[in-house]
């Protein structure tokens, strides 16, 4: 019986401590998938309003060169 007691003793707390570090790892791993799904998402809207910002800018553009090139045919 004693040596059973001793056998737990000496086993016990490194058997919870793994326990208890496999869990906080588990924790740990739980939040980091949350904070990065959560900057994704972000970063999906950040990219939206950038590129329709693009696209805006690209239409303007299309816009003065067409000018640009009626003015130069009317000009020259």
Do not use: W
């Amino acid at each position: 019986m004693e040596q059973l007691i001793t056998l737990i003793g000496n086993v016990g707390f490194p058997i919870v401590a793994c326990i208890v570090m496999a869990m906080y790892c588990k924790y740990q791993i739980d939040t980091n998938k949350e904070e990065i799904q959560t900057i994704m998402n972000t970063h999906k809207e950040e990219t939206a309003v950038m590129t329709e910002a693009i696209n805006n800018n690209t239409a303007i553009i299309t816009k003065l060169y067409e000018r640009m090139v009626n003015s130069e045919n009317i000009i020259g």
